[in-house]
């Protein structure tokens, strides 16, 4: 709730289109290592908004350039806590990298073009940090500042796991979220259309993250001899497994929920049975919620040799394995079946998946922002198939939400747009969201 009776009037949505051209304008390409760009720029140019509206901020960094930016702002004049604790609003800095010859409009031009903002980081997630940013600047010149304590958190190094971004604050800096007990963060609030009805997915869970380096080891020898402890043939044959395997469908509480809406839509119940028709109700996005109703495992890299009549020592391959919460020990029993005894697994990355009941004010509040600006849609909860920095944030004992809402053409193919070419994100959905969130947070 706000503290506005003597606000002056004020629109949230004035400044986010130029602020997301000016995000998108600062590449902070995340190539997965330490050679990229980094986040820095970025952050120092958050950092100087929230100053020129009163707002101080910090900045973390434990790698050098890998930056954050932390922020308290609101909360009752004494300084005190309320019962339902501060309320953390995080969002991310990097993007995943992009060729510029692969696209109509440069990556990194921020380009307004037919009606839409162009570049790396429209969708993910520049949009929504641009929507934050406009919100909490308009906010706080016209003196309409939140009542409930919020803690805004701009971070480094989602797209690769967190580890220099999330995580450091988490590990290193936890009490920076001390009495937080609510976060709101991306890739939920977005809408999608069923049959003609516009449906918003809030994001209420997420799968778990295995990025796994499998290594099969054998005998060195020549290439015209026979070996029976060849490691590529081992890794081959693992890899071929584990990328045919058709895992089975698997239902969490929050897809029964969001696939009981998609069938009382077409008019029919939801059954594990009949999972994948419902799924393919939603178009374009069928893709990316396909994927929530199993667990899944994708070869992605290999590598092994060093002369074509060498038989090497060692073979290596990646695979990028999500799993459903409550389902972890399926998977990872399942995986070592796939692997064999001659394949060995190191985790590059593995985090756990996480799921929260669709319910509570927090849920509420979010339901009745996007009906209030949208008033004859339907809103429900669904579970991502990737990963966000809620699973660090989570540790720390918080109730985590996916809310940037947008409000999408029936035709967009929203998801292809997700780390593909000519990222976009049409004006009036940024728009709309920064509406929809501003409503969020004077009730929140």
């Known amino acids: 709730m706000t503290s506005d009776a003597a606000a002056a009037p004020y629109d949230p949505s004035g400044e986010v289109v130029e602020l997301c051209r000016e995000l998108i304008r600062i590449d902070t390409s995340n190539y997965g290592e330490d050679d990229g760009p980094g986040e820095r720029k970025a952050a120092e140019y958050v950092a ?7 707002i101080e901020s910090r900045l973390y960094e434990q790698t050098p350039g890998r930056t954050s930016v932390v922020a308290h702002w609101g909360g009752p004049a004494d300084g005190s806590v309320p019962d339902r604790g501060a309320l953390l609003l995080h969002a991310h800095l990097d993007v995943v990298p992009a060729a510029a010859e692969d696209w109509q409009v440069h990556p990194f031009s921020g380009e307004v073009q ?7 980081g429209a969708v993910d997630m520049k949009d929504f940090d641009a929507m934050l940013l ?13 009542e409930r304590p919020v803690v805004l958190a701009f971070t480094a190094d989602e797209e690769a796991g967190g580890h220099h971004g999330a995580q450091v604050l988490v590990e290193k800096h936890a009490e920076e979220f001390e009495g937080v007990t609510e976060a709101v963060g991306e890739v939920g609030g977005f809408s999608t259309t069923i ?3 516009r449906l918003y997915l809030i994001e209420a869970a997420e799968k778990g993250m295995a990025w796994m380096r499998l290594t099969a080891r054998g005998r060195a020898g020549h290439g015209s001899m026979i070996n029976r402890e060849n490691a590529v043939t081992d890794l081959a044959a693992a890899v071929a497994r584990i990328g045919a395997y058709e895992w089975p469908v698997r239902l969490t509480p929050t897809m029964q929920t969001l696939l009981a809406s998609v069938a ?5 119940e939801a ?21 929530v109703i199993r667990n899944t495992t ?6 092994a040799g060093y002369k074509v009549n060498v038989i090497p020592t060692e073979a290596t391959g990646h695979v990028d394995g999500r799993f459903l919460p409550g389902y972890e020990d399926e998977f990872f029993a399942t995986l070592a079946e796939l692997c064999g005894e001659h394949v060995s697994v190191e985790y590059v990355s593995k985090q756990q998946p996480w799921e929260m009941p669709y319910e509570g004010a927090i849920v509420d509040t979010m339901t ?3 009906l209030a600006e949208d008033p004859g849609a339907i809103v429900a909860p669904y579970l991502m198939s990737g990963g966000t920095d809620a699973k660090h944030f989570n540790r720390l004992g918080m109730t985590s939400y996916g809310f940037a809402p947008l409000r999408l053409p029936a035709e967009l193919d929203f998801t292809a747009l997700f780390h593909g070419v000519d990222e976009r994100v049409p004006v009036d959905a940024l728009e709309f969201g920064a509406r929809v969130f501003d409503r969020f947070l004077g009730e929140a």
Do not use: C, K
Not at 48 to 54: C, K, P, Q, S
Not at 264 to 268: A, D, I, P
Not at 298 to 303: D, F, I
């Open 48 to 54: 100087t908004l929230l100053d020129e509206v009163g």
């Open 114 to 120: 037919d009606g839409y903002v162009w570049g790396r």
């Open 134 to 146: 406009s919100v909490v600047r308009a906010r706080a010149r016209a003196g309409a500042v939140p």
């Open 195 to 197: 049959r003609g009805q």
């Open 264 to 268: 009382e839509l077409v008019g029919t």
């Open 271 to 291: 059954t594990p049975e009949n999972a994948e028709s419902l799924i393919e109700e939603f178009g374009s996005a069928a893709r990316m919620l396909g994927a």
């Open 298 to 303: 994708n070869p992605t890299m290999l590598g």
């Open 368 to 370: 009745r922002a996007l």
